[in-house]
């Protein structure tokens, strides 16, 4: 299985080292696209560094975010969204996660 990635704002850290990743928790800061609700029942997932980093790029959280590494996750559990991202229907625990990099601020463009 591939390390996969999860890029959230820092605000969501404490929720997420808590109960893992969860879309129905989201609330303490907007998704990395900006929105205010799940864009879909559960969490996107980066199947690469360059993935992970163009997320990281996006960031429209307001702040800084962290990297989540994802482990116990196989293709065929994710999910295409209608914009081509891949998401995960469900929970991860916390057991599963490991934070890569903890307040990457902002790009600047």
Known sequence: MAVRYHVTSVLNRASISRY???WNRMDAAPG???SRRPEQQGCFLCAGEWER???V???NTGGAVDVWEVHGIDAEDLVE????HYYFPGVIPAARLRLEQRD???VHR
């Not at 969204?81 to 081509?84: Q, Y």
């Open 20 to 22: 893992g990743l969860d």
């Open 53 to 55: 980093d163009w997320f």
């Open 104 to 106: 990457v601020p902002p």
């Open 57 to 59: 790029q996006m960031n």
């Open 32 to 34: 990395i696209a900006g």
């Open 81 to 84: 969204s209608p914009e081509g």
